[in-house]
Structures are given as structure tokens and as C-alpha cells.
């Protein structure tokens, strides 16, 4: 893909709306807007009001139009943008005008960040946290991916970067000039700052993948037998009916999902078949399915009929060492006995409350868990970091100093590639494929 040509997309939300914003980036970008205003760009960072026009001259919008040259500019090339009536016409006709342009052409997914990435404004994790927010659909995830696009884990990384860099400087001297008569101590600094650095990373590896359950959601799976209310629960949260409520048992045959906001915080709500003896093959499966999500999940909501005279619930004893939260449902009915846990009458709707509530403060607990906000919010972050670790720990086995020297440019390598100081080219194409067009 050309870098040298200019590219053009819509910046705001498809369909009809009262203004849409259509964003030019490029060395074309200037004639783009004599073109279509027939007038040169306004002062930088000012908008104005013009009259647009198509190919063929006649006016199609009054909007405005801003320009930012270069390199005071989001991409860090000369940047135009107009905002126009955001009816479909009025849009597509700007498109048009655009496209007809000689070196102008659509932008791909991600590119305007792309080449603020290739020009320097932004780093690696800022283009992930800007995808992040506008994808953000909770406060959690908002308040994550803002601290990301401030630097949080930029500033992290450069710190270990920086002071593997220096140790490793010591060590190239050490090998250098090993004719030489060198401070012993240099070599005893090269290590002592890797091992630092090492007790670093493993600290920020072990945060439970907090980062990641955040930005994707806390898997919670809801479980138990056959019409005790789980499906009648997840449709009470959800507040619309997402999964079929039946008195027939073993209804649900699949796992439903549907994601919430609780409190804040982004959850995924797994419907999953009754747990019992199943009557069939297509039940069994069911069944199997509904274990297996109960024992990946993050959180399990145990649904039980605090009305049915035999309560006991072989749930598997893989989720014993899962966070457990018990509800039991049919409090408008009458109870044998008095159970331990959560009790909910899905029926009058009362309880409910407390079970929300209770499953958000275990969304809080896991997600919030330990003080300070995660700053690994992705798969690449943490396997970056972990193949670092491990070049590390290598390295201090290594009594060669040209061994150890090694395996420091292999940390310093990885670490480099969060924010991308190295090896950019080989990320970019999968940061950026899944970016909206026009961001």
C-alpha cells in the first residue's frame, strides 16, 4: 500500500444523521479542498463556512471545512476535514467528488492511525487505546483504554527498555574491551539492573489478566438443573428475552450468550443447559457444554430451586475452585428448608437487585483486584513481556558475557515491539485490520 498518495473516508457513524464528518489525508489534501470550496484551505485549525461543489461545479452542501497542515496533524501529513449535512446524498455526493480526484483514493481500515503511527504522533499501544475507546462500551473499558492512550504502558515498557539498553551497553563494553582493565563492578551493574527488570515484568505478568477481562468482558456462565430459573434469570438481567423459558425440562440445549454492562463493568452472560441426567444424545451434548463454559468461566452463577425437596446438585467438582456465586430462585414459594445464599423470586422480581448487585461486586473484585489499573490489555502485550521474562531469566544462567549480552538484545527486542520500536512492519497489518474505516 502506497504512502505517498492521499486518502480520503466518512469519520462519523454510517446512516443518516444531522452532520457527518469526512476526513482527507495526504500531499493532495490542500487540492482537495480548492477543489471542492474553490477556495484555498482556511487557517489552520479554524473552521469555515464554504459552499461545496461537485465535478461538475453545482453546489451540493454548505459545511465547513478545517485544515491542518503538517505536521500538526493526527496523521502528521496535511489533514482536511469536512463537516456537512449527514443526510446520504449530501455524503455521497462529497465521496464522489472526492473519488474523482487524481491521486485520491478510499482509505483502508485503520490507515489515517497507521500513518500516525509511521509518522511518529503516536506509538502502538495509543493506536490499540483509540480503538479501544471507540469500541468502548462500558466506564471500566472507557477509564482503561484513556490511561492507555495516555502512556501508561508506553512509559512502562520504555523504563525496561531503557535500563535493559544501558545494561546491555556495560555488557558490550565488557566483551569490547576485555583486554582492558574495566570496573569489576560493571558487569555485577549489567546484571543487577536485568534481574530488577525481570522481578519487573514477572510483577506485571502475574495481574491475573485483568487488562484482557476488562476490555473483552468477565465470562460469567449461569448453571443448575432443569427449570430452576436460569434462563428466566439471564432474561431478567438482560432485560429483554434472549433465551426461551419453558416448564419443559432441558429446554435449552445450547450455551446463550448476551453481553451486559453491570455496574460499569462488561460481563458475559452464559445461558447453559440443565445439569442432569440427560435423556438423549442432543441433551448430553448440552450438558457437556454447559460444564465446559462453567469451568472456563470467570464467575458461575449457581441457579437453585429453593422449592424442590431434594436441592442436591452434582455441578462437577471442576468448578470447585471457581468463584461460586449461589442463588436460589422460587422464593414466592414455599421452602423446605432454609438454604445458604442468595434467595430470588424471578416470579415477583424480588431479590433481584441483590443477585445484580452481587455479581458486579464479584466483576469488581476480580477486575480491580490489586490497586493499580492492569496495563497489559492485550494477547500481544503479555506475550511480549513473557518472552522477555524468559530471556531474562536465561540470561542470568549465562556466565559468558557474550551469552548474556545476547539474551538482553532478545529482551530489549521484545519489549520494544509493545509500543513499536522494532519489528513495526510485522504488526501493523494485525493491529490495523480491525480498525472502523475512517479512524
Same mark, same amino acid.
Given at each position: 500500500m502506497r504512502r505517498d498518495d492521499t486518502i480520503f473516508a466518512t469519520a462519523s457513524a454510517p446512516g443518516r444523521a444531522g452532520v457527518a464528518v469526512v476526513r482527507v489525508s495526504g500531499p493532495a489534501a490542500r487540492f482537495a479542498v480548492q477543489t471542492v470550496s474553490r477556495k484555498a484551505p482556511p487557517p489552520p485549525r479554524r473552521a469555515a463556512l464554504r459552499a461545496l461543489r461537485s465535478g461538475a461545479g453545482e453546489i451540493f452542501d454548505r459545511g465547513l471545512v478545517l485544515w491542518f497542515p503538517a505536521p500538526d496533524s493526527y496523521t502528521g501529513e496535511d489533514v482536511a476535514e469536512f463537516h456537512i449535512h449527514g443526510g446520504r446524498a449530501v455524503l455521497a455526493a462529497l465521496i464522489e467528488a472526492l473519488a474523482a480526484m487524481p491521486g485520491l483514493r478510499a482509505a483502508g481500515p485503520g490507515e489515517f492511525t497507521r500513518r500516525g503511527v509511521e509518522n511518529g504522533k503516536l506509538d502502538l499501544t495509543q493506536a490499540e487505546a483509540i480503538a479501544d475507546l471507540v469500541d468502548a462500551e462500558t466506564e471500566a473499558q472507557r477509564r482503561q483504554a484513556l490511561r492507555q492512550y495516555d502512556g501508561a504502558l508506553a512509559r512502562c515498557s520504555d523504563g525496561? *527498555? @531503557? /535500563?535493559? @539498553?544501558? =545494561?546491555? =551497553?556495560? &555488557?558490550? &563494553? =565488557?566483551? /569490547?574491551?576485555? /583486554?582492558e582493565e574495566l570496573p569489576e563492578e560493571v558487569m555485577a551493574d549489567a546484571r543487577q539492573t536485568a534481574a530488577v527488570v525481570k522481578d519487573a515484568l514477572i &510483577?506485571?505478568?502475574? /495481574? &491475573?489478566? *485483568?487488562?484482557?477481562?476488562? *476490555?473483552?468482558?468477565?465470562f460469567v456462565a449461569v448453571v443448575g438443573a432443569p427449570n430452576a430459573g436460569k434462563s428466566s434469570l439471564v432474561n431478567a438481567l438482560a432485560g429483554r428475552d434472549v433465551a426461551i423459558v419453558s416448564e419443559t425440562a432441558g429446554t435449552t440445549r445450547d450455551v446463550i450468550e448476551v453481553r451486559l454492562n453491570l455496574g460499569g463493568y462488561a460481563v458475559v452472560l452464559a445461558d447453559t443447559a440443565g445439569l442432569r441426567a440427560a435423556a438423549d444424545h442432543i441433551e448430553a451434548e448440552g450438558v457437556r457444554r454447559a460444564l465446559q463454559r462453567a469451568e472456563t468461566a470467570d464467575l458461575v452463577v449457581l441457579v437453585k430451586d429453593g422449592s424442590a425437596p431434594d436441592n442436591a446438585l452434582d455441578y462437577n467438582d471442576k468448578l470447585d475452585s471457581k468463584t461460586v456465586l449461589t442463588v436460589w430462585n422460587k422464593a414466592d414459594l414455599p421452602w423446605p428448608a432454609a438454604q445458604q445464599g442468595l434467595t430470588l423470586s424471578l416470579q415477583t422480581g424480588d431479590g433481584l437487585q441483590t443477585v445484580v448487585d452481587a455479581i458486579t461486586a464479584a466483576a469488581r473484585d476480580k477486575l480491580e483486584a490489586g490497586g493499580e489499573a492492569p496495563l497489559l490489555t492485550r494477547a500481544r502485550h503479555r506475550e511480549a513481556l513473557e518472552e522477555a521474562a524468559a530471556a531474562l531469566a536465561r540470561a542470568e544462567t549465562q556466565d559468558a558475557p557474550e551469552l548474556f549480552a545476547e539474551d538482553l538484545r532478545l529482551a530489549v527486542r521484545a519489549i520494544g515491539r509493545i509500543t513499536g520500536r522494532v519489528d513495526v512492519e510485522d504488526l501493523l497489518d494485525v493491529i490495523f485490520r480491525d480498525f472502523c474505516i475512517g479512524k
Amino acid at each position: 500500500m502506497r504512502r505517498d498518495d492521499t486518502i480520503f473516508a466518512t469519520a462519523s457513524a454510517p446512516g443518516r444523521a444531522g452532520v457527518a464528518v469526512v476526513r482527507v489525508s495526504g500531499p493532495a489534501a490542500r487540492f482537495a479542498v480548492q477543489t471542492v470550496s474553490r477556495k484555498a484551505p482556511p487557517p489552520p485549525r479554524r473552521a469555515a463556512l464554504r459552499a461545496l461543489r461537485s465535478g461538475a461545479g453545482e453546489i451540493f452542501d454548505r459545511g465547513l471545512v478545517l485544515w491542518f497542515p503538517a505536521p500538526d496533524s493526527y496523521t502528521g501529513e496535511d489533514v482536511a476535514e469536512f463537516h456537512i449535512h449527514g443526510g446520504r446524498a449530501v455524503l455521497a455526493a462529497l465521496i464522489e467528488a472526492l473519488a474523482a480526484m487524481p491521486g485520491l483514493r478510499a482509505a483502508g481500515p485503520g490507515e489515517f492511525t497507521r500513518r500516525g503511527v509511521e509518522n511518529g504522533k503516536l506509538d502502538l499501544t495509543q493506536a490499540e487505546a483509540i480503538a479501544d475507546l471507540v469500541d468502548a462500551e462500558t466506564e471500566a473499558q472507557r477509564r482503561q483504554a484513556l490511561r492507555q492512550y495516555d502512556g501508561a504502558l508506553a512509559r512502562c515498557s520504555d523504563g525496561w *527498555r @531503557t /535500563d535493559l @539498553t544501558k =545494561a546491555l =551497553a556495560w &555488557a558490550e &563494553a =565488557a566483551i /569490547d574491551f576485555s /583486554d582492558e582493565e574495566l570496573p569489576e563492578e560493571v558487569m555485577a551493574d549489567a546484571r543487577q539492573t536485568a534481574a530488577v527488570v525481570k522481578d519487573a515484568l514477572i &510483577a506485571q505478568l502475574g /495481574d &491475573a489478566h *485483568r487488562g484482557e477481562l476488562v *476490555r473483552e468482558g468477565l465470562f460469567v456462565a449461569v448453571v443448575g438443573a432443569p427449570n430452576a430459573g436460569k434462563s428466566s434469570l439471564v432474561n431478567a438481567l438482560a432485560g429483554r428475552d434472549v433465551a426461551i423459558v419453558s416448564e419443559t425440562a432441558g429446554t435449552t440445549r445450547d450455551v446463550i450468550e448476551v453481553r451486559l454492562n453491570l455496574g460499569g463493568y462488561a460481563v458475559v452472560l452464559a445461558d447453559t443447559a440443565g445439569l442432569r441426567a440427560a435423556a438423549d444424545h442432543i441433551e448430553a451434548e448440552g450438558v457437556r457444554r454447559a460444564l465446559q463454559r462453567a469451568e472456563t468461566a470467570d464467575l458461575v452463577v449457581l441457579v437453585k430451586d429453593g422449592s424442590a425437596p431434594d436441592n442436591a446438585l452434582d455441578y462437577n467438582d471442576k468448578l470447585d475452585s471457581k468463584t461460586v456465586l449461589t442463588v436460589w430462585n422460587k422464593a414466592d414459594l414455599p421452602w423446605p428448608a432454609a438454604q445458604q445464599g442468595l434467595t430470588l423470586s424471578l416470579q415477583t422480581g424480588d431479590g433481584l437487585q441483590t443477585v445484580v448487585d452481587a455479581i458486579t461486586a464479584a466483576a469488581r473484585d476480580k477486575l480491580e483486584a490489586g490497586g493499580e489499573a492492569p496495563l497489559l490489555t492485550r494477547a500481544r502485550h503479555r506475550e511480549a513481556l513473557e518472552e522477555a521474562a524468559a530471556a531474562l531469566a536465561r540470561a542470568e544462567t549465562q556466565d559468558a558475557p557474550e551469552l548474556f549480552a545476547e539474551d538482553l538484545r532478545l529482551a530489549v527486542r521484545a519489549i520494544g515491539r509493545i509500543t513499536g520500536r522494532v519489528d513495526v512492519e510485522d504488526l501493523l497489518d494485525v493491529i490495523f485490520r480491525d480498525f472502523c474505516i475512517g479512524k
